[in-house]
């Protein structure tokens, strides 16, 4: 199946900072990408969708000042949260799909811990 | 919006045991996947179902799609502690949807 990664596994920052999250999908052109926040023992929920080359669509409730989503080629979508709290901390999760690759493949997701 | 609705939200068995979880929908779906999540990992795909009525077997799993493309099942035979994690249906056509999930613990 298609690979998908994700970087960083972990991260801690503190309250306050930024922090990036890159999602790459390795071996296949992923014009779609998905970002998903994941909390404990709960599915996945759905914060955005982005096209290469354009905008992200935004669910509704997900401050797009917040969660910046950037899918600037086929293979890279990065998400950043900006002015973390800890109320942020969360596992998120990225997919990608194509054309070709109709069904959402996702990466091993990042968990972000805001202290 | 399409809700996904899965069923039963949580199921723990012994191994050895068979067990049914179940995707329902009001809405029809051009297709439906299945994927399996354990704990700090991301999804894995497991089957896409495309045809109504269709059935596919992951070696002790069957999966079918209903007629109508609006529901799903996952069938596990004889599970084993190896299937346990988060079973998530997710349904495609317009936007894609994921189930709340089927939490299932297989105890030895």
């Known amino acids: 199946g298609a690979v998908v990664s994700q970087h960083p596994s972990r991260v801690i920052c503190k309250s306050g900072t930024s922090v990036k999250i890159e999602c790459r999908s390795l071996d296949f052109q992923a014009t779609t990408m998905f970002w998903y926040r994941q909390f404990p023992k709960q599915s996945l929920m759905l914060m955005a969708t982005s096209n290469e080359g354009s905008k992200a669509t935004y669910e509704q409730g997900v401050e797009k000042d917040k969660f910046l989503i950037n899918h600037a080629s086929l293979t890279l979508s990065t998400l950043t949260v900006t002015s973390a709290h800890p109320e942020d901390s969360s596992f998120y999760i990225c997919s990608a799909s194509s054309r070709m690759v109709y069904e959402q493949y996702f990466g091993p997701g990042t968990r972000l811990t805001v202290t | 919006t399409q809700l996904l609705e899965q069923s039963p939200q949580f199921l723990s068995i012994q191994e050895g045991e068979n067990l049914t979880v179940y995707c329902n929908s009001s809405?029809?779906?051009?297709?439906l996947q299945w994927y399996r999540q354990e704990p700090g990992e991301g999804p894995v795909l497991l089957v896409t179902v495309v045809t109504g009525g269709e059935v596919k077997k992951l070696k002790r799993l069957t999966f079918q799609f209903g007629d109508a493309r609006k529901d799903s099942s996952l069938h596990i035979t004889a599970a084993q502690p190896g299937d346990t994690g988060l079973y998530l249906c997710?349904?495609?056509?317009?936007?894609?949807?994921f189930g709340a999930g089927t939490r299932l613990t297989v105890k030895p």
């Open positions: 809405s029809v779906f051009s297709s």
């Open positions: 997710a349904g495609a056509g317009g936007d894609m949807r």
